[in-house]
């Protein structure tokens, strides 16, 4: 299988670069050629636009920002989609809204072109050492033809169901992910108002029934304005668009968006 990659950040980066170290003929193109430079000591291609890329590519993989980079990147001309021939899948890697994977499909399906939503979880590190967590959603076949190279940077790869299942699973559990932040925080915050040392509260809570991956992060970063700087917009976005699912369900989100909401606001990226 001949594989595309756009989308060389922290997490795409390492992502690609197993990809290539698994012996798949990879090509490559991001919109500042110097993204390009680390690859240097690889044999992947460079394409000079998306399309170029896609004509030369079995699969897909987008690793980009949001939802609107992945309609620059598919439409027009130049874009992914307009190159792709029949049988060749797209595979969304990024955490949008299960509509944009949906709205992609039915454009791509003339074309006989399929396209499975892939969200990863785990960051840089897992991806480099081929850990990250990937939440499937499509066409079961389509996506057991895509696994072997799902399964460079990726264990476990969980197929949910149907298109869109796997960015709705992610976006619950960023969602939740929010939320334990926030009351992390505030924790670590009541401990230094009660004579607790924080750090030491960090460490006793690490071991015991209180524990969670929010805790671990916080306290490795020095306190949740350090993870604003950083994560804040990403987990804004990512709260915004699972609470437009629950709208559009009927669905209460409840105390977990109550919580959330908070976690937004201690980061000073409100909902």
């Known amino acids: 299988m ?3 990659f756009i989308g060389l950040g922290s997490q795409g980066a390492p992502m690609a670069r197993r990809i290539i170290e698994g012996g798949y003929p990879t090509t490559l193109w991001a919109r500042r050629p110097a993204t ?7 044999p992947a291609q460079h394409a000079g636009s ?3 890329l896609a004509a030369a590519s079995d699969l897909v993989c987008l690793c980009v920002v949001g939802d609107a980079d992945v309609e620059e990147i598919t439409r027009g001309e130049g874009g992914v989609l307009a190159a792709m021939h029949p049988g060749s899948v797209i595979a969304i890697h990024s955490t949008v809204h299960p509509g944009t994977c949906r709205s992609l499909a039915k454009r791509a399906e003339p074309q006989g072109v399929s396209v499975i939503d892939a969200p990863v979880s785990g960051g840089g ?3 480099a050492e081929g850990r990250l967590l990937l939440m499937a959603g499509g066409d079961a076949d389509v996506v057991d033809r895509c696994r072997p190279v799902f399964e460079t940077y990726a264990d476990p790869v969980v197929h949910l169901g149907e298109l869109g299942s796997g960015q709705t699973t992610k976006l619950l559990n960023n969602l939740l992910f929010t939320a334990n932040l926030g009351t992390a925080a505030t924790a670590l915050s009541l401990a230094a108002a009660l004579g607790v040392d924080p750090e030491r509260l960090a460490e006793v809570v690490g071991r015991s029934s209180g524990n969670s991956f929010a805790l671990n992060v916080i306290g490795g970063i020095g306190g949740l304005e350090r993870l604003a700087d950083v994560a804040g917009g990403l ?3 990512d709260v915004r668009l699972v609470v437009d699912l629950a709208e559009r369900a009927g669905a209460s989100a409840g105390a977990v968006l109550d919580a959330a909401d908070a976690t937004l606001a201690l980061m000073g990226n409100p909902r």
Not at 36 to 42: G, I, K, S, V, Y
């Open 2 to 4: 001949k594989v595309g």
């Open 36 to 42: 390009l430079e680390q690859f240097a000591d690889t």
């Open 50 to 52: 998306p399309a170029e």
């Open 125 to 127: 590190p897992a991806a």
């Open 235 to 237: 987990l804004q976005k």
